[in-house]
């Protein structure tokens, strides 16, 4: 991506009983905007940010509960079940 600071000036527009700004599509492609985005307030100003998944893929969140270090050992009990040996294709 390029480092430079870039500005644009854009205009205020009325859409319906609102007001709003455009976004140039190329910006949109640029930065992958699609069907939404998150705007957050900053303090040097407003920022528009590409809207995170909010699922984890299973590494992810191995990684995340591994990072806390939270103690599962009290749950070690439910591998002593007993249901491996029951026969669920009957």
């Known amino acids: 991506m390029d480092k430079t600071l870039r500005s644009r000036d854009i205009k205020i527009v ?3 009983n609102s007001l709003g700004v455009r976004l140039p599509k190329v910006l949109l ?9 998150v705007l957050e307030e900053t303090t040097q100003g407003l920022l ?5 998944d909010d699922k984890l893929s299973w590494a992810d969140t191995y990684k995340a509960m591994a990072k806390e ?4 050992s009290e749950y ?3 591998l ?11």
Do not use: N, V
């Open 14 to 16: 009325h859409i319906g």
């Open 29 to 37: 492609q640029k930065y992958g905007f699609t069907h939404s985005l």
């Open 48 to 52: 528009l940010r590409k809207k995170q």
């Open 69 to 72: 270090g939270e103690d599962w």
């Open 76 to 78: 070690d009990q439910t």
């Open 80 to 90: 002593l079940d007993g249901l491996e040996d029951d026969d669920f294709d009957a």
